[in-house]
């Protein structure tokens, strides 16, 4: 894949940041999870709502550090 350059305002930015889940995450990774979300928004409202009510439930849950590793996901399930 090819990468681009796109000039975007510092307040955008910011709101950006704050989609992200964990501090390395890219801000493709943000954008393509921002367009997922619009799109499903667009599909099935009622589980748009539910789906990121999960989705900030879930980003506090990490924000305190309320989450498995890969490592301790695999062990947990015995691979």
């Known amino acids: 894949m090819t990468a681009t350059t796109i000039k975007i305002y510092e307040n955008t930015k910011s709101q950006l940041d704050t ?5 390395n995450e890219s801000y493709d990774e943000v954008i393509k999870k921002v367009i997922y979300i619009a799109k ?12 990121l009510e999960a989705i900030e439930k879930a980003r506090e849950r990490i924000k305190k550090g309320h989450f498995l590793t890969e490592k301790e996901a695999r062990e ?4």
């Open 19 to 23: 989609f992200r889940e964990y501090k």
């Open 76 to 79: 947990r399930l015995g691979m």
């Open 40 to 51: 499903k928004v667009n599909e099935e409202p009622e589980l748009s709502k539910e789906a």
